[in-house]
């Protein structure tokens, strides 16, 4: 049926995706619920990020960034200065200097959402995920930069 549904909807691939995560979630029990994403990486993992010569960044499925080396943490410098915490989507949406930092903001905006959405449907109890949305949804967001390539303004 949710198939029959797709082709007459004419759904995209994440569309489909995100349909089929809702339909579990839905017929979903208590008992099957899924466990909250670790807050923080073991000491070995960050070791290793450490030991790496290039940037590196562990994020879990809400855009948390978790943890990172010297030069993640440099090439980030934005994000984790900021003051709306270290979450690739909060900065992305709500901070003015997020714009900036993305040079293909619009992109970016089309791409976090997706993940959100997607993450949403596969862990519709994730208060944490629930919260973050509102959070989100109310939220005034800075303008979209101007300039070549922008399609649409966002506020």
């Not at 590196?56 to 948390?64: F, H, K, P, Q, T």
Request: aromatic residues 6%; proline residues 7%; contains cysteine.
């Amino acid at each position: 049926m949710l198939e029959s549904l797709c082709r007459a909807l004419r759904l995209s691939e994440a569309e489909r995706a995100h349909l089929y995560d809702l339909a579990r979630a839905a017929n979903a029990t208590a008992g099957t619920r899924r466990q909250l994403v670790p807050q923080q990486v073991r000491p070995g993992v960050q070791r290793i990020i450490d030991s790496m010569t290039a940037p590196a960044l562990v994020n879990n499925a809400r855009m948390d960034y978790l943890a990172t080396n010297r030069l993640g943490r440099a090439l980030y410098a934005p994000l984790f200065d900021s003051p709306v915490g270290t979450n690739a989507t909060r900065f992305l949406l709500l901070h003015p200097r997020g714009a900036e930092f993305y040079p293909e903001w619009d992109r970016a905006v089309d791409d976090v959402v997706a993940l959100m959405r997607a993450r949403a449907g596969r862990t519709p109890h994730d208060k944490v995920l629930t919260d973050l949305v509102g959070e989100l949804s109310t939220a005034a967001r800075p303008s979209a930069p101007a300039g070549p390539g922008t399609t649409c303004g966002r506020t």
